[in-house]
């Protein structure tokens, strides 16, 4: 049983929580300060700040909380903004105290980087909200960090592939390792990709791509939002690209991340595109993929 302390809190409490939230995220100095408090109810508003902020040399994390705790909220809420300005991040922070309410956010296409989730949450368990972003929303890069009373609980969660298990009392030390490893993670996927089309210059992040296209001076990207072209050289381009890249064929690279199914004279990528391994590549294809798949595994 929770102590009154720890009951949910009614509308008006969660409202002048955010409203102190919000006055502590303004008066703290750096780039920690710039909280975006919009809904992103259009998943293009993620797109665009995510390349406006890539332009400028930032990069901003979205993090949420869901706990049934207002205190135990309260208390992560300020050791998230502590860190974020002791690194000089740019980050911004939603609470919510139901695993419904989380979900509702999600299912409108708003996005979260990383999610600090209680697994005894009062009606829909942690356990739940996270099959629901693994399963039904196919999320699989948000970066979920369970927290629990109970140890015990550790072992029932590798199906939804947490990335850390908290056990409460939470300290400021467990809360900056984890979100060190969590931005690690998240650092490799916001990467981005440079190209230039008449005189202006795109950006697309590395964890958006599926694949790399040619049509003769053609070069298609695949995205997770759709295709964007550019003339170049495909041969030019694996050079640049990051190791989970795989050069498959003359005409494609695929982004391992995104392989779905592979087949020795194919591979299957998580969007239901089928792609041919050239005779020439079968051999150095097959060592790449299981040797990622290996690295991915540890």
């Known amino acids: ?169 939470i300290t400021r030390e467990n809360v900056q390792e984890a979100l060190d490893l969590a931005i690690k993670i998240l650092d490799k996927r916001k990467r981005r990709f440079e190209y230039r089309s008449g005189k202006e210059y795109h950006y697309v992040p590395f964890g958006d791509i599926l694949y790399f296209g040619s049509e003769g001076r053609k070069i298609i990207i695949k995205t997770l939002r759709g295709e964007e072209t550019f003339y170049g050289n495909l041969k030019k381009i694996e050079q640049e690209l990051p190791p989970d890249f795989i050069g498959i064929h003359q005409s494609y690279i695929v982004n391992h991340d995104f392989v779905a199914r592979y087949a020795y004279d194919s591979v299957e990528l998580s969007d239901g595109t089928c792609l041919p391994i050239s005779k020439s590549n079968r051999k150095k294809v097959r060592e790449r993929i299981l040797r990622e798949d290996d690295l991915h595994d540890r």
């Open 1 to 169: 049983m929770r102590s009154p302390a720890e009951q949910t809190p009614s509308t008006e409490e969660r409202n002048r929580k955010k409203n102190d939230t919000q006055e502590r995220i303004t008066q703290m100095k750096g780039p920690a300060s710039a909280g975006l408090k919009e809904k992103r109810s259009n998943p293009l508003f993620f797109f665009l700040h995510l390349r406006n902020s890539l332009f400028r040399g930032e990069i901003m994390y979205h993090i949420g909380i869901c706990d049934d705790g207002k205190n135990i909220c309260a208390e992560l809420e300020e050791m998230i903004l502590q860190y974020a300005s002791e690194r000089r991040i740019s980050l911004e922070v939603e609470t919510w105290y139901s695993g419904e309410d989380v979900c509702r956010y999600l299912e409108e296409e708003c996005l979260l980087d990383i999610l600090f989730l209680d697994i005894e949450l009062l009606s829909m368990s942690g356990v739940q909200v996270a099959e629901f972003i693994r399963s039904r929303l196919e999320n699989r890069w948000m970066q979920i960090i369970y927290i629990s009373g109970n140890a015990s609980h550790a072992q029932k969660l590798f199906k939804t592939q947490p990335m850390d298990f908290l056990v409460k009392p």
